[in-house]
């Protein structure tokens, strides 16, 4: 079976794997404190243009969620999220866990607007009691989204002023960050990110490392002991090194970028094929993640050969999956599968449009 | 600069490495459920005699603690632990934060005993009130010990027995587990441990791997929905091969015994010249750890070429530190400090013993 | 000013500040162990013919809500909720805080049904990874709703039905439990909830009581240990007998029906002034909260001399208002409200209806 | 039986059952937003000579400690504690559960030092990883302590100074403040604490009322978003009044110090006839609570007619009791107790005293 279903099928980038062993016996301090986080840091600071950044890094991205937010709220204080946000459908309630409500917005294609927050917001602020309600201080959002789609310049910028406006941080979840940045049609850099967000991270599980995220703090109320959240939530490795050195690694020469543009361009071939068989998407999305419609008969054909993820199913004979590609997505197994795709919507005599409501 | 300061200044055992490369491109599924994971589960399953026991892999010590304690710990109930026990000196107030009273008792070269145990037991039902204190549910003990000490059988089976007959879970932290289980006079061995224990774990970080502790469980009570703590903690990688695969390579011909039985054997050189050269110990360790007490300007010289970590100061002549071997340790290394620590004693015509009352 | 906008503007039925009296000089053990909770306790578990439950006093709703899911949940597990519930909009996130999610589902007049439980629990049991995302395990109601409605007892009966299949504790708010007994209509008794909830609460703060919740609960599981979760979170008073004499004076012979009846008919007047007046209704309550929708000008009228809460603004012409009536409700006050509502409304030409869809 | 063994054995001081009575059809808003709270509050910030500190009112010691130091702390803040300090020992571990470690020191006679505080402080700061263990930010201390004893006003402006010195808040537990205030030899006042310390509060519960404890608040920085704390935390009483109505009373003409008066004169006459018969203390209060050392026989007559509490077997023959008086100590009753001590003891040939050590 040829995976599509996600992106972390893999181990890491052979790069990673090498930089590795060539280190191996280097003897460094331990909890982050080495050469490698160091070095790592630096890079990822020049690369975001933000020199009183910190940087800091954890293992995955629940982690890193349920640590920044313990570091941005007070107890009775909440996070505004996208319904779709992964903190509030894909962590087992972690947010909670950690003392928070998770105020939830309903999303267009995994995207809220300024405009809401705003008015979530107000609504706290005017209440007779806004005591007896979670008071909102962090905005989370997701670039790329859950759906693969993307957040413009303008969009953020908009979303920063609210939270100026409302004295909110804004936190943005980079798991799959490197995918955004080399889109088409993306506005956004990772210096731009540094400029609008308190805090932010750029997502290594997901895009060539073995596991890890970075996270950057461009904001000193949230530098300040964040070392204590990471060690008391389990974030600090004790051998930080193995973070340090994939990380380096993938910032030292654009690997990062390289790798997520490949992923991205794999899934673009894709997307092409879904379009020319006829069939339409969940969203539009321009990253390595797609979610077309298939007929279910189409579906069954293909996986025979394939690993989709089933996101739901639109009506009995329709089904939305995600299909995935990553650094590691071979050409040839996107080719073989875009002439599947071709080859079976041909053979039906149908469209296969649906029209669909997302609910 | 040579360090003897812990036992995670390198990387990892080498074939750990050639495990990883060689597996690279196996596409496998995510958050643990890989044919890598299985098979480290399943040797050491074998290994610990318990078929029944469920294995599950976590990043570090931290968490590994936080996470069984949340499984094992209703709100109102607490841990008991010796006072220098990990998770109350060294984890940032990590239980507390999971909402747990850490119960702690005083303790004997980093040991408590069984009777210890059934009194604070005894002490908390036979209270007028017992709801209110934290009711006594857990008894958490490391092996071996922060100081490098070993229980033995005899004694963990009569904390056993307190166990039972109060109804408390029995948890042993194994960061270092090998050193124990190879630790010359030592009595106890995995399947002891599976056969005493209702859930312990075995170090992987401290012994040959990049990172991750194999927790086992054997009480079905805490297997139900272990894996929802792990998500909800950021306990899972998306990655998890990246622990199954080391785990594997660790346990499947031995690699993991014969490292630690490799540490002791350096260390208990160290200790054999430390006692030459008339050092006394913090206390008796027979592990990869050692607590010399050295005179500062002995100390002061040793330095120059090696790090150590101070445990603490004795008198204003005298301090403690620990010496701390690896899988890693080089044979060369251990012979030029053991020479020197001879050598430089030799110079000293007054004895080095102190006596010493630890706090 | 006469004030309608809640049930809790006074103080205590005279009764029971008698009751307070006349007891005041007796001296009791503390902290509920005392005469007066004892028969309290015998009272209610009569009257709800449960002699096996059993029966704690807390001080108010928030507190009973957060101890009780508090009993009822792990860390990882969820209370179902409609989105107006008590829980989820009015309490401070307090129900986070104690780490926990808050699955919400929509609501028709307060209401939610076996169904949308049993979807919930069939969505989270067929996802291929249930444990990245909260566990149900108790569902939350209040009878009567926020918005005064009622569940009937086939309701009920289905929804215990759906709990008992997916192995949920039903748990129900009963602040203004009073008010819902009596009301004309209702067919639900303190018996049928000790049969259908594994935990209930009757309130006395807004029916009669200084303050005052007693919850009951029949399931033995939630029962173990239960006064460690009320002192662990501050709910036992030391001087518990306050509560107990309160509960008694209520429960003794019937005086807890009788004030909630008084306020269920004075609430009736009001509405039957509303409807006369042609004023539509949020929703169709029998209960001592209405919720009706008044023109803005004769709002303004009316609030020269009365207090309203504003539930909402319907358009820029109407309001939602609750009228809340209570134990202490003078009759010669509705009869004043109610002759300047009809007088008011004749006093306009035009219809006060209004197309309103809820949000 | 007459109670000795506490200071909550009866309701409350007559005068607050009339002013309860004499209020209770006056109409007020809800949750503390009543003219009753605001004249306590008033009159309470007055006595305290700090106009710009706020007065809340919350039910009992519990919930008033775990919701200030929720306030206090960030999650991986710590506070320190006398070991003997009830937040440690007697409140089922409610500060854990709200995230936090308890850091404990030896007491003397209940009591911490400055000295003691700067010591945990530099010991924190000087780690080499302070983020590996909670983080010191607030000292708590009782007044009265939990043994009855008295810290002066030189003790605790040292204390204030290491605070200062180490940026921690200091916060003191006030469940016997009267007793404290009104106690032979104190030399501190409402005004000395409002200027020392940055929240305290002021028991009722323990000193004539039904329950209340009004917590006073300096440091602005505690001040902000309180509320929030309390409501989330089920610490906001629907008919706040009852607390306002209650405190406006204790204090509006010295009612609460006349009371407190009481009780250490009534303690004063019980601790000179034990002192008389030859019986040595745990520790020498001069407050409500005596705690004198017992033979076993003579207590045990004692106990046919009155109830103690017991504090801990000292030897095979002896046992430190608890003796308490209250608001509501009868003289005769002190009178009867006296003459019988007395009594009994002469009956005795040999001393009473022991030698024992506080352990």
Redesign the interface.
């Known amino acids: 079976?040829?995976?599509f279903n996600?992106d972390?099928?893999?181990?890491?980038h052979?790069r990673i794997?090498e930089k590795?062993?060539q280190?191996?016996?280097?003897?460094?301090?331990?909890?982050g404190n080495d050469p490698f986080c160091r070095q790592a840091a630096e890079l990822i600071k020049q690369q975001c243009k933000a020199p009183q950044a910190e940087v800091h890094f954890l293992?995955?991205?629940?982690?890193?969620?349920?640590?920044v937010l313990?570091a941005c709220l007070?107890?009775?204080q909440?996070v505004i999220s996208p319904v779709s946000g992964h903190i509030n459908?894909?962590?087992?309630?972690?947010i909670?866990?950690t003392?928070?409500?998770?105020e939830t917005l309903p999303e267009t294609d995994g995207k809220i607007t300024a405009d809401q927050i705003a008015r979530v917001c107000k609504a706290h602020w005017e209440d007779e009691?806004p005591?007896?309600?979670?008071?909102p201080k962090t905005v989370y959002l997701s670039f790329p989204t859950e759906y693969g789609t993307l957040y413009t310049k303008e969009e953020l910028q908009a979303i920063r002023r609210v939270c100026d406006d409302n004295n909110l941080f804004l936190f943005i979840d980079g798991a799959r960050l490197g995918y955004g940045l080399t889109a088409p049609g993306n506005d956004i850099t990772l210096a731009d990110l540094a400029a609008l967000c308190d805090v932010f991270y750029i997502g290594g599980?997901?895009i060539g490392a073995?596991?890890g995220e970075a996270v950057v703090i461009t904001n000193p109320k949230l530098q300040k002991?964040f070392?204590?959240?990471?060690?008391?939530?389990?974030?600090?490795?004790?051998?930080g090194?193995?973070l340090g050195i994939q990380f380096s690694t993938l910032f030292e020469d654009g690997l990062y970028l390289e790798l997520a543009k490949h992923a991205n361009d794999m899934a673009a071939l894709i997307k092409k094929a879904c379009q020319e068989a006829g069939f339409v998407f969940l969203c539009d999305s321009s990253t390595n993640q797609q979610f077309p419609i298939l007929p279910n008969d189409i579906l069954a054909e293909l996986e025979q050969t394939y690993v989709f993820s089933h996101i739901k199913s639109i009506d009995h004979k329709h089904t939305a999956i995600r299909i995935c590609t990553s650094w590691?997505t071979r050409p040839e197994d996107v080719e073989q599968l875009t002439a599947e795709l071709v080859k079976l919507s041909k053979g039906k005599n149908a469209t296969h449009r649906v029209s669909f409501i997302k609910q």
Chains 1, 2, 3, 4 share one sequence.
């Open positions: 079976m040829i995976r996600c972390y099928s893999e181990g890491a052979p794997l590795l062993a280190t191996n016996f280097e003897q460094t301090g331990g909890y293992c995955g991205g629940t982690q890193a969620n349920l640590i313990a007070r107890p009775y909440s459908v894909h962590e087992a309630g972690a909670e866990a003392g928070h409500h998770v009691n005591e007896f309600s979670p008071q599980t997901k073995l596991l002991d070392r204590y959240f990471m060690k008391q939530r389990g974030g600090i490795l004790a051998k090194r193995l590691a």
